[in-house]
């Protein structure tokens, strides 16, 4: 089985990937390593080679061991939502980012088996990737009228129909779905005021969206610093933002809008030379395509094989934070408290920071903690009905974009 393993992966990489080789680490006197201390603070830097070889341990061989034991044991994945009925009787669900997907179900299905292993308690779950949902599921939503019809605590990504008004009306202000605690916020989640002061909705953690240059493609062009810097006439059929087929991600038309209104969405438009799925802008630029500059997750940002071609640019007013956002129903906060404690624990916060997405846990070190972000702000999503005015944005922004 192909699992892809080699010397330059970290620790950290390994574990979040396949947590079932801790014992082979343990097994070979490398247990601190995989310890949870140390997967806070040494794991996420420190390479499998440069461990081995520290400790005179063949690589090749200790590969081998890792990918016997994957084959032995592996950690099957959390299920898909088999349809839009089946959620009902779900305890869990999660709509991920792409890049969170996998190592939040890696992580989540270990948790879950060790749960039930040490607990006996069997939690109904599903975990999706936003994409696959973002447009059938987030509908179907806006037709549900009853509590009893969603899950227990969800799990959801990006601006979407739970931070609408129809939702927030029906379910967030009787007190059907509310967040779960404040969690303690570092610099840049503080500074960005991104957790919610009333505690209705728990931010998980962000999709950090940067600006990713092929300087090869640059045309002597002065590299941006700012999300205004994307606007001007210099980068006119230049850029790529997420998008296809009639549609466009609102985690960058949603800031534009709120911070250069019209005339923004319209110099946006005019710049953009197409939309891509994240994986295709990575495929684009690996293959030096057209476009200059390239809006997408940092997490694919770190993914692009040819560094040497690119600049990432964490623009000076922060990246775009798209948050991932967990809401529970009141009466399950007790029954479900192991699974909601290690959801907003420091943990799994460890792993998604590990990941490129940024947590609100001042303790958690990770090079994305230390990074400005740029939020929408709550009182922006509360007076405005997100659903309505995505809407209005495409109106203005899809005549005048590819």
């Not at 967990?326 to 699974?339: A, D, F, G, S």
Request: aromatic content about 10%; glycine content about 6%; overall charge negative.
């Amino acid at each position: 089985m192909p699992t892809d393993i080699h010397a330059n992966l970290k620790i950290y990489e390994i574990i979040q990937r396949f947590p079932q080789t801790r014992s082979v680490f343990a097994a070979n006197g490398l247990g601190a390593l995989v310890s949870d201390d140390a997967m806070r603070v040494l794991a996420p830097f420190l390479t499998l080679g440069t461990a081995l070889k520290n400790r005179f341990i063949n690589i090749e061989a200790f590969i081998e061991m890792l990918e016997s034991t994957i084959a032995r044991n592996p950690v099957i994945d959390i299920p898909g939502l088999a349809s839009m009925e089946a959620q009902k009787n779900l305890s869990f669900l999660g709509l991920m980012p792409c890049g969170l997907k996998m190592p939040f179900s890696r992580a989540f299905t270990q948790f879950l088996n060790e749960l039930q292993a040490k607990e006996g308690l069997c939690i109904q779950s599903a975990v999706e990737g936003n994409v696959n949902q973002e447009l059938s599921y987030y509908s179907y939503v806006d037709t549900i009228e009853f509590r009893d019809e969603l899950p227990d605590i969800i799990v959801s990504a990006d601006f979407n129909v739970f931070l609408g008004h129809r939702f927030y009306t029906h379910f967030v202000v009787p007190g059907h779905f509310t967040g779960y605690g404040a969690l303690p916020a570092g610099p840049n989640f503080s500074d960005a005021q991104i957790s919610d002061p009333k505690n209705e909705y728990t931010i998980l953690c962000v999709n950090p969206l940067v600006v990713v240059a092929n300087l090869d493609k640059l045309e002597n062009r002065d590299l941006p610093h700012t999300w205004e810097d994307l606007l001007g006439p210099v980068w006119e059929k230049s850029l790529i933002i997420r998008g296809g087929d009639g549609f466009y991600c609102h985690a960058v038309l949603l800031p534009t809008f709120k911070a250069f209104g019209n005339p923004g969405l319209k110099a946006l438009a005019g710049n953009v030379l197409e939309g891509l799925h994240p994986a295709q802008m990575v495929n684009r630029i690996d293959n030096n395509g057209p476009g200059a500059l390239y809006v997408m997750p940092a997490f694919f940002a770190d993914r692009i094989l040819h560094q040497d071609r690119i600049k990432v640019i964490w623009p000076d007013d922060g990246a775009l934070a798209s948050p991932v956002i967990l809401q529970v129903k009141p009466e399950k906060k007790e029954e479900l408290k192991p699974v909601l404690d290690y959801l907003v624990g420091s943990e799994l916060a460890q792993i998604l920071a590990g990941a490129g997405f940024p947590v609100p846990h001042a303790a958690v070190t990770a090079d994305v903690q230390a990074k400005p972000l740029k939020w929408l702000g709550w009182d922006f999503l509360r007076q405005n009905d997100l659903p309505a005015l995505n809407v209005a944005i495409d109106k203005i922004f899809m005549p005048l974009a590819p």
